[in-house]
Nanobody
Framework: QVQLVESGGGLAQVGGSLRLSCAAS????????MGWFRQAPGKEREFVAA????????HYVDSVKGRFTISRDNAKNTVLLQMNSLKPEDTAVYYC?????????????????WGQGTQVTVSS
């Protein structure tokens, strides 16, 4: 019902910036909460950021607060993740996710649809 495609990943230097984009196709996009998860090598996938279905609530993992910003444009069926002040610890595959309202921090079990992932690598 919903297909998600990420773009914007790549290489960045420490302290640099990247902006990830998630393009959604299918119906009822506006009724879904949207978010981003990431998975580093050898680690489990973790929550990064989420925005509620109507855009009035956002959540972030503590490690990215003040550096990352999630936003959505329902008219364009897109979700963005602006990443500033990047650190090597941000290196991971980033996944776009869609689920329920996402008024609270979502767990993986709350996600109904996943993107294919995009690699982000941060180095000195």
């Amino acid at each position: 019902q919903v297909q998600l495609v990420e773009s914007g990943g790549g290489l960045a230097q420490v302290g640099g910036s990247l902006r990830l984009s998630c393009a959604a196709s299918g119906r009822t996009f506006r009724s879904y909460g949207m978010g981003w998860f990431r998975q580093a090598p050898g680690k489990e996938r973790e929550f990064v950021a989420a925005i509620s279905w109507n855009g009035d609530t956002t959540h972030y993992v503590d490690s990215v607060k003040g550096r990352f910003t999630i936003s959505r444009d329902n008219a364009k069926n897109t979700v963005l993740l602006q990443m500033n002040s990047l650190k090597p610890e941000d290196t991971a595959v980033y996944y776009c996710a869609a689920g329920g309202t996402f008024r609270v921090v979502p767990a993986e079990a709350d996600v109904n649809y996943w993107g294919q992932g995009t690699q982000v690598t941060v180095s000195s």
